[in-house]
């Protein structure tokens, strides 16, 4: 209404009577029409900050100018400091000529501010229907028949809910559902921190996050903390297989402090921000809420709210990945609790008890842990194919249908040998638990029933250091003994965990004078090494496999899961020194040998045949 009486009363700037239109050049029509617009924006925003900060904003917030001619166009960020987002009006300095030019440049400006604005008014939505999922339980919540998890109620939430804030649900996309409540022991201003920052959250969340990073902070915070926090980010999230692919998604997460010591950080899909243009999957409101507690510990309330293409998981993972297993609240919070065991840990001024093999100086635990993570990063990469390297993708006659084989050249990386690397993965389903399969992999005692390297016989552990209560996590060295006295013996580094999500066995051979140096304190990140290893997780159905089988543990196995699992076997090896050389169809057939040996002699040492 205010555009359409600025075009209808133009007004003399000299004494504010009414103008005849002949007096008004264009551009000072135009002029007024902009301004008119900023001050309707204006209201708008201000109204907006103020259910963000929960009191009033005036939009007389900075001093404005008499006139109307001598606003600046560039300025609907007239939102005090402290909230964050944007600078006070820009003014235009008295006597300076206006130019069409000045209008156009900044009518970019204005659409970005109105972009911004219409961010935190989703981000603003995306939290009330956060905290409606995190806090109500019944109707909206009611308890499965298998297991006792949580299932969303559909009919209640489209009741309880607003509409959609991103739209319509994709044809032929499926929901999932999910969330999962559990104490961990962080206090909630450092994990607000962790999630806000993207290279930390990839660090908490190592085996989830393949990669991510932030786009752009709209806002910091208010009065120097994460409260009102909003950054655009992308990141790519995945399940240990080459039979799921990566899932990128691009979007807002915002950051709110509810009460004393009561935050909440909410994620959401924003499928403009140049990504896929036909993304498989969409985050709806997800996130956690935090609350402090008094013994030091936080209690997490974690929901996810997906809606993905199923069509492109392979049928062996698509029960894992429909019950919330795979990418859902329950693997988030397992994999919180077991890293932030593993942090109050190493922080403590004593060692376990069990570190006691061979002497290790404080220097050299930190060396050898951070060696250890970045080898289980890498193996991550080399299975799914996240961008931490370039990887080519093989399609070849003699490999089998479920492996997957990539190359790459290393070069000018210290922590890896030079020439061509070759991955191969896949994933077979087992008739056993999850904990049976882990604890027959990580037992060096049992290594020669399925490894090459172990040169037939048993391995000793030379040192061992805890990352858990659970003995399962912690980063261990192995030394395969030599068959005859002409060969020499060698050392493996090999890291394991296990959390009520599934496990992981991650190993690779060592130099026997870098490992010693890092053992010492030295510096890890010349040790060169190529990762090996097995991703374990439950099969999602509860009881017996996806496929077929009657689901029997005949080894009396328990533990993670009631039916089979879903082992990913992965191998990184140099096939050639040389980084020009070309790779031969040879070298192909023997990492894919390999790995169906390796996979066989699992399935003949854990009774699975037939």
Same mark, same amino acid.
């Given at each position: 209404?205010?555009?359409?009486?600025?075009?209808?009363?133009?007004?003399?700037?000299?004494?504010?009577?009414?103008?005849?239109?002949?007096?008004?050049?264009?551009?000072?029509?135009?002029?007024?029409?902009?301004?008119?617009?900023?001050?309707?924006?204006?209201?708008?925003?201000?109204?907006?900050?103020?259910?963000?900060?929960?009191?009033?904003?005036?939009?007389?917030?900075?001093?404005?100018?008499?006139?109307?001619?001598?606003?600046?166009?560039?300025?609907?960020?007239?939102?005090?400091?402290?909230?964050?987002?944007?600078?006070?009006?820009?003014?235009?300095?008295?006597?300076?000529?206006?130019?069409?030019?000045?209008?156009?440049?900044?009518?970019?400006?204005?659409?970005?501010?109105?972009?911004?604005?219409?961010?935190?008014?989703?981000?603003?939505?995306?939290?009330?229907?956060?905290?409606?999922?995190?806090?109500?339980?019944?109707?909206?919540?009611?308890?499965?028949?298998?297991?006792?998890?949580?299932?969303?109620?559909?009919?209640?939430?489209?009741?309880?809910?607003?509409?959609?804030?991103?739209?319509?649900?994709?044809?032929?996309?499926?929901?999932?559902?999910?969330?999962?409540?559990?104490?961990?022991?962080?206090?909630?201003?450092?994990?607000?921190?962790?999630?806000?920052?993207?290279?930390?959250?990839?660090?908490?969340?190592?085996?989830?996050?393949?990669?991510?990073?932030?786009?752009?902070?709209?806002?910091?915070?208010?009065?120097?903390?994460?409260?009102?926090?909003?950054?655009?980010?992308?990141?790519?999230?995945?399940?240990?297989?080459?039979?799921?692919?990566?899932?990128?998604?691009?979007?807002?997460?915002?950051?709110?402090?509810?009460?004393?010591?009561?935050?909440?950080?909410?994620?959401?899909?924003?499928?403009?921000?140049?990504?896929?243009?036909?993304?498989?999957?969409?985050?709806?409101?997800?996130?956690?809420?935090?609350?402090?507690?008094?013994?030091?510990?936080?209690?997490?309330?974690?929901?996810?709210?997906?809606?993905?293409?199923?069509?492109?998981?392979?049928?062996?993972?698509?029960?894992?990945?429909?019950?919330?297993?795979?990418?859902?609240?329950?693997?988030?919070?397992?994999?919180?609790?077991?890293?932030?065991?593993?942090?109050?840990?190493?922080?403590?001024?004593?060692?376990?008890?069990?570190?006691?093999?061979?002497?290790?100086?404080?220097?050299?635990?930190?060396?050898?842990?951070?060696?250890?993570?970045?080898?289980?990063?890498?193996?991550?990469?080399?299975?799914?194919?996240?961008?931490?390297?370039?990887?080519?993708?093989?399609?070849?006659?003699?490999?089998?249908?479920?492996?997957?084989?990539?190359?790459?050249?290393?070069?000018?990386?210290?922590?890896?040998?030079?020439?061509?690397?070759?991955?191969?993965?896949?994933?077979?389903? @087992?008739? &056993?638990?999850? *904990?049976?399969?882990?604890?027959? /992999?990580?037992?060096?005692? +049992?290594?020669? =029933?399925?490894?090459?390297?172990?040169?037939?016989?048993?391995?000793?552990?030379?040192?061992?250091?805890?990352?858990?209560?659970?003995?399962?996590?912690?980063?261990?060295?192995?030394?395969?003994?030599?068959?005859?006295?002409?060969?020499?013996?060698?050392?493996?580094?090999?890291?394991?965990?296990?959390?009520?999500?599934?496990?992981?066995?991650?190993?690779?051979?060592?130099?026997?004078?870098?490992?010693?140096?890092?053992?010492?304190?030295?510096?890890?990140?010349?040790?060169?090494?190529?990762?090996?290893?097995?991703?374990?997780?439950?099969?999602?159905?509860?009881?017996?496999?996806?496929?077929?089988?009657?689901?029997?543990?005949?080894?009396?196995?328990?533990?993670?899961?009631?039916?089979?699992?879903? @082992?990913? &076997?992965?191998? *990184?090896?140099?096939?050639?020194? /040389?980084?020009?050389?070309? +790779?031969?169809? =040879?070298?192909?057939?023997?990492?894919?040998?390999?790995?169906?040996?390796?996979?066989?002699?699992?399935?003949?040492?854990?009774?699975?045949?037939?």
């Amino acid at each position: 209404m205010s555009i359409r009486e600025a075009m209808r009363n133009p007004m003399c700037t000299n004494c504010g009577g009414p103008a005849l239109i002949g007096e008004i050049s264009l551009e000072e029509q135009h002029l007024r029409i902009e301004n008119a617009r900023l001050k309707d924006e204006l209201e708008r925003v201000c109204s907006l900050a103020g259910k963000f900060m929960g009191r009033p904003v005036s939009s007389m917030g900075h001093p404005m100018p008499n006139s109307s001619l001598e606003l600046g166009v560039g300025g609907i960020n007239v939102i005090s400091s402290d909230f964050g987002i944007s600078s006070p009006i820009h003014m235009l300095p008295p006597h300076k000529s206006i130019t069409m030019s000045n209008v156009a440049t900044n009518n970019n400006n204005n659409e970005r501010s109105f972009e911004r604005s219409m961010y935190l008014e989703l981000a603003l939505a995306a939290m009330d229907e956060l905290v409606k999922l995190a806090q109500t339980d019944e109707p909206l919540w009611i308890r499965g028949f298998e297991g006792g998890k949580e299932i969303l109620n559909p009919d209640e939430f489209s009741r309880t809910c607003a509409p959609c804030i991103i739209g319509m649900k994709p044809n032929g996309f499926v929901t999932e559902a999910s969330r999962e409540t559990g104490m961990v022991i962080i206090n909630g201003l450092a994990l607000v921190e962790t999630l806000m920052d993207s290279n930390k959250w990839a660090e908490m969340f190592p085996c989830i996050v393949a990669r991510t990073s932030t786009t752009e902070v709209i806002s910091s915070g208010m009065g120097g903390t994460r409260n009102g926090a909003l950054h655009l980010m992308n990141a790519a999230l995945q399940v240990l297989s080459p039979l799921v692919p990566v899932r990128e998604v691009n979007f807002l997460r915002f950051c709110k402090q509810h009460a004393e010591g009561v935050w909440a950080v909410v994620d959401l899909s924003i499928e403009s921000l140049g990504g896929s243009p036909f993304p498989t999957c969409r985050r709806l409101p997800s996130g956690c809420v935090v609350q402090d507690m008094p013994n030091g510990y936080s209690k997490v309330t974690w929901v996810e709210h997906i809606e993905y293409d199923e069509s492109v998981i392979h049928q062996l993972y698509r029960p894992l990945i429909s019950s919330g297993m795979g990418f859902g609240a329950h693997r988030w919070i397992a994999t919180l609790q077991r890293q932030c065991e593993c942090l109050a840990i190493l922080m403590s001024s004593t060692s376990p008890a069990t570190d006691h093999h061979t002497a290790i100086t404080a220097g050299g635990r930190r060396s050898m842990l951070k060696l250890a993570q970045r080898m289980t990063n890498n193996f991550c990469a080399g299975v799914c194919a996240s961008s931490v390297h370039k990887w080519n993708k093989l399609r070849t006659e003699n490999v089998d249908d479920d492996v997957q084989v990539m190359t790459r050249k290393s070069v000018d990386d210290p922590g890896e040998p030079p020439g061509i690397v070759l991955s191969a993965a896949t994933s077979v389903w @087992l008739p &056993v638990t999850p *904990q049976r399969v882990f604890d027959f /992999l990580r037992d060096e005692r +049992l290594r020669s =029933e399925w490894d090459i390297l172990s040169n037939g016989g048993p391995m000793q552990e030379m040192a061992h250091i805890a990352k858990g209560q659970d003995h399962g996590n912690c980063v261990s060295l192995l030394r395969a003994g030599a068959v005859n006295s002409s060969q020499s013996s060698m050392l493996i580094l090999q890291e394991t965990c296990i959390d009520a999500a599934g496990a992981l066995v991650v190993y690779a051979p060592v130099d026997i004078p870098a490992m010693h140096l890092v053992m010492n304190g030295g510096d890890s990140a010349y040790v060169a090494l190529l990762p090996s290893g097995f991703s374990i997780m439950p099969d999602g159905t509860g009881a017996g496999g996806p496929v077929s089988g009657d689901g029997s543990d005949g080894n009396g196995g328990s533990g993670h899961g009631g039916g089979g699992s879903l @082992l990913t &076997v992965g191998f *990184q090896i140099l096939v050639n020194s /040389l980084p020009t050389a070309k +790779l031969t169809v =040879e070298s192909v057939e023997t990492v894919n040998n390999l790995i169906s040996c390796t996979v066989q002699k699992i399935r003949a040492a854990l009774h699975c045949d037939n």
